[in-house]
């Protein structure tokens, strides 16, 4: 149970530290004239990795809501749902686009490509939508993350004194 | 394992992406809805003249002034880190906050009007 309990409180707590890291990253690598277009290209992939990573961490969501989309699937886990889907196309678009374009990255490790109105008309269009994408992600998960950091003080006392604390996540509950 | 066939499957997903992009560049049906203004100083080469051969340009800064802004968005003048762009961070919080307060606040409201037209629950009498 005490190990159950603090494995779930590591998980919150790691889901936490990402996703904020996840939004800082975003708002620094989304303004490349205060970051200076070097740390804005390595920002964005680093940016990708931390997407992934934050994908495979919610991969039993992502299969459980894919299989029951159009069976069982509540109306608000397939809003939720569509708007990930939305946010990883614009996350791959721009991560795309931005290697396109890049000035950085791409001729560090020896590759020059000419450069193409296209793709950095792409790039900005898919920033923006982002922002306005990561805004709508967040408001979804409002809740949760109120909730989680109203309960972050007790999530650094020791695990004895947790048995009071009401549960954080559906797998608490459980 | 199981992790790494689970990044696969993302970075699948990913290629899915890029190849629909890709496709979609060779089509050339893009260019039309470029903006116009946009078209007409690539055209004009106002783009390309920005870049000297050795892949270096000179500093351009821009405020957000519109269309012409948009236009030197490019990485020209994004080259150089500048503090005082702290304000392209400031402005797409505002943005994400106003979202997050619109999106909380309306469903908030959905919420209150929906638990008032719902009938009222039925009081548990004794059964006998």
């Known amino acids: 149970m005490k190990t159950h309990r603090s494995k779930s ?14 939004f800082i990253a975003f708002l620094i690598a989304a303004a490349p004239r205060f970051t200076g277009i070097a740390i804005h290209e390595w920002l ?11 994908l495979v961490i919610h991969w039993t969501w992502i299969v459980g809501v894919t299989r029951q989309f159009f069976r069982r699937a509540t109306g608000a886990a397939r809003i939720n749902y569509v708007l990930n889907v939305l946010l990883f196309i614009m996350f791959t678009v721009i991560i795309f686009t931005g290697l396109m374009i890049s000035e950085t990255v791409l001729p560090w490790s020896g590759i020059r490509l000419e450069r193409d109105r296209f793709w950095i008309q792409l790039h900005h269009l898919a920033s923006d939508a982002a922002v306005f994408l990561i805004g709508f992600h967040v408001a979804v998960h409002w809740r949760w993350i109120v909730e989680t950091m109203h309960r972050l003080p007790r999530f650094f006392r020791p695990v004895e004194s947790l048995a009071a604390a009401p549960a954080l996540t559906q797998e608490d509950r459980r | 394992m199981k992790t790494l066939w689970r990044v696969l499957i993302i970075l699948a997903a990913a290629s899915v992406v890029v190849a629909a992009l890709v496709a979609l560049r060779q089509t050339g049906w893009a260019e039309t809805w470029l903006p116009d203004a946009d078209r007409a100083h690539f055209e004009a080469g106002i783009e ?23 236009i030197d968005r490019g ?22 906050g106003v979202i997050v307060a619109l999106v909380v606040g309306a469903s908030l409201i959905a919420r209150r009007l929906l638990r008032r037209r719902s009938p009222p629950r039925a009081e548990a009498g004794p059964l006998a």
């Open chain 1, 44 to 54: 964005g992939i680093a940016f990708g990795a931390a997407v992934m990573t934050h």
């Open chain 2, 48 to 70: 390309r003249g920005r870049f000297a051969p050795d892949g270096f340009e000179r500093h351009e800064r821009g405020g957000l002034t519109g269309e012409r802004d948009r």
């Open chain 2, 75 to 96: 990485h020209g003048a994004e080259r150089t880190p500048d503090a005082r762009d702290i304000i392209e961070v400031v402005r797409n919080l505002l943005i994400i």
């Open chain 1, 9 to 22: 409180r590591q998980r919150t707590l790691t889901n936490l530290a990402l996703d904020a890291a996840l």
